[in-house]
């Protein structure tokens, strides 16, 4: 006879529960007051910076040997969800502090990490990662940009595109090709570069659709000289690292693009319970509540995925890569899907900025492309499920 499924295996737990209901209010209080400004002015959001500073939730993936809270996979992407629920450019603080310190985290010395891990989990400082450029998006081992060896030290040069948070972050987990005739993919390092190193420089921020409180700029390497203490796993492996580091940071993405829905699902279901049409509130339409339980069915189930992949990255399955890709692609189709139907629900009104769907619409975009577009996750998961 097979056992009984553990009562809480689809549970979160009451510590993340609570973390939840914490962080509504930081966000309500904090956070969403002051969205739709960081939005139209395109200014990082300072004040959502310091709320999640305070409560130590800015970089909460951080282990507690490095001043860190040390929050699970899972409690990392409800902190991201739930502020992402009021403000998606605000979501990006801790996503991306995740991003650009886990290569750190996963293969990083403990020199390295015991350098850069605390100042991060302190909030003295922010982590990007620069991966992609303009000719090396999707095809990363395509990339240019270098790294020569030169005594003990490593001088970079080259040009590393779509930044999230530059310019605001002090550190940067980079990739550089250090054997130009090695074989592809198996050529790249991983090196730590500081904003304030010299020949470092920023281009003007990008010109968005969303997401426009986080700064997007280009990375400028101008034969920048780091020690070999500021590399980032063995000689070779970047490549390999900065795909590890996508399998657990996809379902933050996802969790973000999770929590852009919700507050585009809330924001319909308060605007179509007062809307009167006809005589009676428009909610009380068959063909409007017919819309709704189909974001809020799609919704839940783009929530359970990334919860799912979330409990995986924590224990580092085997198949992580296809829950990853999946949580990912699947959450941000979704949020496509809701926070446009959420603009539909109210009508004209809908696409005004007097209410914050359009925002949501604009934001949730963004979580389609980055971190591997959609079309890139639907090819790693074929490729896994081909592999068996």
């Known amino acids: ?83 992402a629920r ?44 620069g991966l992609s450029e303009r000719e090396a998006g999707s095809d990363t081992a395509g990339m240019r940009t270098r790294a020569r060896r030169d005594g003990d030290d490593w001088v970079l040069h080259g040009t590393k ?56 700029r280009e990375l400028h390497l101008d034969d920048v000289r780091v020690g070999d203490d500021r590399r980032v796993g063995k000689v070779g492996e970047g490549l390999k690292i900065a795909l590890r580091t996508l399998d657990h940071t996809r379902i933050t993405i996802g969790a973000q693009a999770v929590g852009i829905a919700q507050g585009a699902l809330d924001c319909a279901l308060a605007y179509v319970k007062e809307r009167r049409q006809f005589g009676k509130a428009i909610g009380e339409f068959q063909g409007l509540q017919f819309m709704l339980a189909d974001m809020a ?11 799912v992949a979330a409990a995986r990255s924590e224990r580092g399955d085997a198949d992580l890569t296809f829950f990853g890709a999946a949580a990912k692609c699947f959450a941000g189709d979704v949020a496509m899907k809701v926070t446009t139907d959420a603009v539909q629900a109210l009508g004209g009104a809908g696409y005004t900025k007097d209410f914050p769907v359009e925002r949501m619409m604009r934001d949730a975009k963004i979580t389609q492309i980055y971190e591997g577009t959609n079309q890139i996750q639907r090819l790693v998961m074929a490729r896994q499920i081909l592999e068996g």
């Open 1 to 83: 006879m097979p056992a009984k499924i553990p009562a809480d295996l689809f549970r979160t737990t009451e510590e993340h529960e609570e973390l939840r209901a914490m962080l509504r209010q930081v966000v309500a209080e904090k956070i969403a007051p002051a969205a739709a400004q960081v939005d139209e002015e395109g200014i990082f959001p300072q004040a959502a910076y310091d709320a999640l500073r305070q409560v130590d939730l800015h970089a909460p993936h951080v282990a507690p040997e490095y001043d860190g809270v040390g929050l699970d996979a899972l409690g990392t992407c409800i902190v991201i969800e739930e502020v």
């Open 86 to 129: 009021g403000c998606a450019s605000s979501s990006l603080i801790p996503a991306v502090n995740k991003l650009g310190s886990l290569p750190l985290v996963l293969a990083g010395s403990e020199e390295v990490r015991a350098r850069y891990l605390p100042p991060l989990a302190r909030g003295e400082a922010m982590f990007s990662y």
């Open 161 to 216: 595109a779509w930044i999230t948070n530059a310019g605001v972050s002090e550190y940067y987990t980079v990739l550089a090709v250090t054997d130009p005739d090695g074989r592809r993919g198996a050529n790249v390092t991983a090196f730590v570069v500081e904003k304030g190193d010299e020949g470092v420089g920023f281009s003007e921020p990008e010109r968005k659709l969303g997401v426009k409180g986080s700064p997007t």
């Open 297 to 307: 069915m799609e919704l839940e189930a783009a929530r359970q995925l990334v919860y």
